[in-house]
């Protein structure tokens, strides 16, 4: 079994920051790629920004030039760096993972969630 495990949420008045980071630990073979997705109240899940093992990342046009994904293989973890943040970032954030378990059984996996909260 698998699990992901978020921390790094908070607080924070606009034009701040946070750190946000996903760890995944369990039976991992292998984590190809990694993702943050975030649901605000009332609105549809939708992809924040995501990173390939290879490096590959990728961004909602909301947040390019605000927010830096990275990610460490060796440590199967993602972060997700979050500057000049806005109230509309506020949302619950969640990690995802494209993985493959020691039984060779390929799946998504996400995280149980950590609520970021942009207010002055």
Do not use: H
Not at 11 to 36: D, E
Not at 52 to 71: E, Q
């Amino acid at each position: 079994q698998v699990q992901l495990v978020e921390s790094g949420g908070g607080l924070v008045q606009p034009g701040g920051s946070l750190r946000l980071s996903c760890a995944a630990s369990g039976s991992i073979f292998i984590i190809y790629a990694m993702g943050w997705y975030r649901q605000a109240p009332g609105k549809q899940r939708e992809l924040v920004a995501s990173i390939t093992s290879g490096g590959r990342t990728n961004y909602a046009d909301s947040v390019k030039g605000r927010f830096t994904i990275s990610r460490e293989n060796a440590k199967n973890t993602v972060y997700l760096q979050m500057n000049n943040l806005k109230p509309e970032d506020t949302a619950v954030y969640y990690c995802n993972a494209d993985l493959s378990d020691l039984d060779r059984y390929e799946y998504e996996d996400w995280g149980q969630g950590t609520q970021v909260t942009v207010s002055s």
